[in-house]
C-alpha cells in the first residue's frame, strides 16, 4: 500500500510540477519576441494656424517589431519594445480635406513594466502593461506643391505613457506565439517653415495616440 501511495503521490506532484517546469518564466528570463507590427495613429490635431477647420491626420504602417522582456520575477517583466522606422504620410482634414501635407518616420521605442497576472503555471499567460514611450520623428519632407511655400517640416519628439494587454502561448519550454494591443501617447508640435520671411509658418499641435498591434513568434533563453 505504501509503494503504491508512494506511486500515486510521486506521479501526481510530477504532474504538477511537469507543467510548471515545462512552461514557467523564472526570474532571469530573456523573451525574445519578433513579428509585425502595425502602428495605427488616432490622429487628432488642433487646427493648423490660419486655416479654421484645417488639421492633420496619418494612415496606417507595418513594420517588423521587435521587443526583449527581461524576467524581473516569475510574474513581472521588463520589456523594451523596438521597430524599424515607421513612415507616415500627412494628409490634411476638414477644410484642408485632400491636401498632402507631407511626409514623417518615426521610432517609438518604449520600456515597459508587464504583470502576468496568472502567474506562469499555464502555457497560457495574460498579461497587462504600462510604461513610457520615447518618439523621434525624422525625415520630414513636404508634399508637392505645399513645398513650393513651405520647405520643411518639422515634428518635435515626444515623451508620453503606454499601456497594454497581451499574451504569449507557450507551444514548448522554448517557443511561443505573442499577440499584443498597446495605446502609445505621442504629442507633437508639427511646424512648417519657409526660407521666405513673408510666409509665416504653420504650427499644429498634433496627437498620432497609436494603436500598435503585435503578432509574434519569441522564444525564452
Ligand atoms: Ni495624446
Not at 523564472?26 to 495605427?40: N, Q, Y
Not at 510574474?75 to 524599424?84: C, F, H, I, Q, Y
Not at 502576468?116 to 520623428?137: D, I
Not at 507551444?171 to 501617447?185: G, H, P, Q, V
Amino acid at each position: 500500500m505504501n509503494t503504491v501511495k508512494g506511486i500515486v503521490l510521486a506521479v501526481s506532484s510530477a504532474l504538477f510540477v511537469l507543467p510548471m517546469a515545462a512552461s514557467a518564466y523564472d526570474k532571469g528570463d530573456i523573451l525574445v519576441k519578433f513579428g509585425a507590427a502595425s502602428v495605427s495613429p488616432e490622429s487628432s490635431s488642433d487646427n493648423i494656424n490660419n486655416y479654421i477647420g484645417a488639421s492633420v491626420g496619418a494612415d496606417d504602417e507595418v513594420q517588423l517589431g521587435v521587443s526583449g522582456t527581461y524576467m524581473v520575477s516569475d510574474r513581472l517583466g521588463l520589456e523594451l519594445l523596438a521597430a524599424t522606422p515607421f513612415s507616415h504620410d500627412l494628409d490634411g482634414k476638414g477644410t484642408l480635406s485632400g491636401t498632402d501635407i507631407g511626409s514623417i518616420k518615426h521610432l517609438p521605442p518604449t520600456l515597459s513594466a508587464q504583470y502576468y497576472f496568472m502567474g506562469s503555471k499555464s502555457k497560457f499567460k495574460p498579461y497587462v502593461g504600462a510604461g513610457v514611450n520615447y518618439t523621434v520623428f525624422f525625415d520630414e519632407e513636404v508634399a508637392s506643391p505645399l513645398n513650393q511655400a513651405y520647405n520643411d517640416l518639422e515634428l518635435d519628439d515626444s515623451v508620453g505613457l503606454s499601456a497594454q494587454v497581451g499574451f504569449d502561448y507557450q507551444f514548448n519550454k522554448k517557443w511561443m506565439l505573442n499577440a499584443s494591443a498597446m495605446y502609445i501617447d505621442i504629442d507633437t508640435t508639427a511646424t512648417l517653415s519657409s526660407d521666405d520671411p513673408s510666409n509665416p509658418d504653420l504650427v499644429v499641435d498634433y496627437d498620432l495616440d497609436p494603436m500598435v498591434y503585435r503578432l509574434n513568434v519569441g522564444f525564452t533563453f
